[in-house]
T-cell receptor, first 113, second 118 residues
Framework: QQQVKQSPQSLIVQKGGIPIINCAYENTAFDYFPWYQQFPGKGPALLIAIRPDVSEKKEGRFTISFNKSAKQFSLHIMDSQPGDSATYFCAATKETSGSRLTFGEGTQLTVNP | KAGVTQTPRYLIKTRGQQVTLSCSPISGHRSVSWYQQTPGQGLQFLFEYFSETQRNKGNFPGRFSGRQFSNSRSEMNVSTLELGDSALYLC?????????????????FGPGTRLTVL
């Protein structure tokens, strides 16, 4: 009930491409879905987050699409750049549960120049 | 503002020993959470402390414990180390007001402590 499944495990795109990372959750009590970006040797950093009252959220080149009925959400990176090469994690939590995040397995993204 | 600080950054221990890791949150933050990151299990929640009280706990054995001091700095302790405890231990701080405002505060992660158990 607490799992968040993320795919693909790794992704390689060319510069300018639009990588898409997908996540699915089981616990219908989850009501906050952040995405984190992690570079080697660094901790994860919040990229963008969405709540289930909206179906899409954009911040710069990053877009989250959310499908509440399917219990799925995805991250799209528009006009991807080599500097976007990192590991991306989706996560989910119930807002009243404090700071406990349940993470997906991670996607290693490589953007070739 | 200074970010989340974790010390030490790297640690090598042998099986059976115990270890203490330290985390200094962002100034003004009252909540500190700990996560274990491994290639096999990914990022897993250990526990969260808010105002010196543990308010959330993950599914880890009792060998993993933590505490928080009045200045919000936190320590986690792992006793009787096992090979499988080798991991990157991440600390995250937030304002910690989620239970009051019902809006999740952004968590800021530190760079982690890389623990190797031989």
């Amino acid at each position: 009930q607490q799992q968040v499944k993320q795919s693909p495990q790794s992704l390689i795109v060319q510069k300018g491409g639009i990588p898409i990372i997908n996540c699915a959750y089981e616990n219908t009590a989850f009501d906050y879905f952040p995405w984190y970006q992690q570079f080697p040797g660094k901790g994860p950093a919040l990229l963008i987050a969405i709540r289930p009252d909206v179906s899409e959220k954009k911040e710069g080149r990053f877009t989250i699409s959310f499908n509440k009925s399917a219990k799925q959400f995805s991250l799209h990176i528009m006009d991807s750049q080599p500097g976007d090469s990192a590991t991306y994690f989706c996560a989910a939590t119930k807002e009243t549960s404090g700071s406990r995040l349940t993470f997906g397995e991670g996607t290693q993204l490589t953007v070739n120049p | 503002k200074a970010g989340v600080t974790q010390t030490p950054r790297y640690l090598i221990k042998t099986r059976g020993q115990q270890v203490t890791l330290s985390c200094s949150p962002i100034s003004g933050h009252r909540s500190v959470s700990w996560y274990q990151q491994t290639p096999g299990q990914g990022l897993q929640f250990l526990f969260e402390y808010f105002s010196e009280t543990q308010r959330n706990k993950g599914n880890f054995p009792g060998r993993f414990s933590g505490r928080q001091f009045s200045n919000s700095r936190s320590e986690m302790n792992v006793s009787t180390l096992e090979l499988g405890d080798s991991a990157l231990y991440l600390c995250a701080s937030s304002g910690g007001l989620a239970l009051i405002s019902f809006r999740t505060d952004e968590q800021f992660f530190g760079p982690g402590t890389r623990l190797t158990v031989l």
